[in-house]
């Protein structure tokens, strides 16, 4: 499996994190563990199926998914090509007025966003495109079409910004009494525009945080510390709902995204 990443245009930057291309010319599995962003996926070749309680489901061969708190595992088929664009926090809304909230946890059609029309036509071109390079030059044609952008929440930016900064340790209480909002409207206003309750989104930062310090630090243990994990029994069970495995497990496995 090949895996390729862009990066967006400056009229997409503020909206767009970056493209990811993966291709699979034999059949290859695939897991993705909870990230921060909202991804749009756009299948321009073969077919890639979700693998659930050891099933395989048929995905939309262009769908969105939002935010989650546990992994998942793909299977792509020979010689298949998948565009993800994966979003900004936030940037969902400056392609729908559909509340982020709504897709956490579910993968659904991306013609609950763009015409079906318009679909098509896309994913034909992006089968046509005789390079990557040239996929995501079509797609951010398609995106500045159905580009409608929205008002920015500075209180909900400045929020991720302080949540990252801290690595997810943030207490959601305190960070709210600094922002001078009290907890409840501030929790509404970041599930509609992030897609996860500040919590959820934290929790998602943190154990990103351990999976990244693990291979420069000392042990497991060293790095779950470093992340504010001071009880061991909670971390393995974090640790478990968020990737599907245990640490060991987790570290010897296939490739994950």
């Known amino acids: 499996m090949k895996v390729e990443k862009f990066f967006p245009s400056p009229a997409l930057k503020p909206f767009i994190k970056a493209y990811l291309i993966v291709e699979s010319e034999q059949e290859a599995d695939s897991k993705t563990i909870p990230d921060t962003a909202i991804v749009m996926a756009f299948r321009y070749a073969g077919n890639v199926l979700r693998k659930e309680d050891g099933q395989l489901e048929n995905i939309p061969a262009t769908a969105i998914s939002g935010l989650r708190k546990s992994a998942r595992l793909f299977n792509y088929q020979r010689q298949t090509g998948n565009l993800l664009v994966i979003l900004n926090e936030g940037g969902i809304a400056a392609f729908s007025g559909l509340p982020a909230h709504e ?57 991720i910004q ?14 709210a009494a600094s922002l001078h909002i009290s907890q409840d409207p501030f929790e509404k206003r970041f599930r509609h525009l992030i897609g996860a309750s500040p919590k ?19 042990s497991l243990t060293a790095a779950s510390y470093d ?29 994950f995204w």
């Open 103 to 159: 897709l956490f946890g579910l993968s659904i059609s991306s013609d609950n966003l763009f015409p079906v029309a318009s679909l098509r036509e896309i994913l034909e071109r992006l089968a046509e495109a005789k390079s990557h390079r040239h996929r995501v030059g079509v797609m951010e044609t398609f995106l500045l079409k159905h580009l409608a952008v929205r008002k920015a929440d500075p209180l909900i930016g400045e929020a």
């Open 227 to 255: 992340a504010g994990y001071f009880d061991q029994s909670h971390f393995i069970k974090d640790f478990r709902l968020f990737t599907g495995q245990s640490p060991k497990d987790f570290f010897k496995s296939e490739p």
């Open 162 to 175: 302080r949540i990252q900064a801290q690595n997810g340790l943030a207490r959601i209480k305190d960070l």
């Open 200 to 218: 959820q989104y934290a929790s998602i930062i943190r154990l990103r945080n351990v999976i990244s310090r693990y291979p420069h630090s000392p």
